[in-house]
DNA sequence: ACTATATTTAGCTATATAACTAAATGGAGC
DNA sequence: GCTCCATTTAGTTATATAGCTAAATATAGT
């Protein structure tokens, strides 16, 4: 008789135990989002960002969709998106998760270069 | 202008993202547990686990408190008690986390002897 | 004093993680 | 076919993490 590992619920704390990948989930909180506009915000490279991005969604916290010529990033499930307003709403203020969230209130996906 | 960043919440996700961690959480979720009963269950050595321990500490999610010759652990709050209950009832059947609870329930801290 | 329980430290090994550059690849739109 | 957006791959670097051994330290009970 052997036990199975809970995998999945210590991979996606694994998922939430870094910086930049949580940035990543609470912007994607307010609105879906493609790679070049996290670019905007995070300061890290693009294939850094791609990683994150399909480590993320291997943990099943995000989901990928084709829309033109973009690829859209957003909160797999209505259950991940209830835990992380949880989360989010325990914040103190000032963190750079506000901070985050006012670049990419006003941000559109055309401005986006090949700044890769 | 600087933002501060959300570093507690993000290290409580790290102390969470590791499998001897998540099992010591989910056991004393169970019932407070001294060193050597933990040990009793673990494949680590003392110091690994005092180690283990200290991050869970730092992390604001448990809670130390000496009881005569023995070292007592807990969980910090009844806020993560209750979250990791949810995550509790959320882990499919089978999972090393419903042995290491049998075997918690049968364990009396008087058999530990220096297996250091 | 001595014992039991646990922590800490120093030194070590192995692996994982996060980042980079740079080039190659894929898919969609024009 | 070419461009745009993004991913993937290979190669590299630096740091973090998890484990070990073994000795030293700390504290409480007997």
Redesign the pocket.
């Known amino acids: 008789m052997y036990y199975f590992i809970m995998y999945s619920t210590i991979q996606k704390f ?1 998922a939430l135990g ?1 910086e ?1 990948r949580f940035r990543i989930l609470m912007m994607l909180l307010q609105k879906p989002l ?3 506009e996290l670019l905007e915000v995070l ?13 993320l969604k291997t943990a099943g916290l995000i989901n ?1 969709k ?1 829309e ?4 859209v990033y957003s909160i797999s499930s209505e259950k991940v998106k209830s835990f992380l307003t949880g989360i989010e709403s325990e914040l103190e203020n000032k963190t750079i998760i506000q901070n985050d969230k006012t670049i990419i209130k006003d941000i559109s ?1 055309d401005i ?3 700044s ?1």
């Open positions: 694994k870094d930049n493609c790679v070049c300061d890290i490279k693009g294939g850094t960002l791609s990683a994150h991005l399909k480590l990928q084709k033109g010529r973009w690829i996906r986006c270069s090949s890769n």
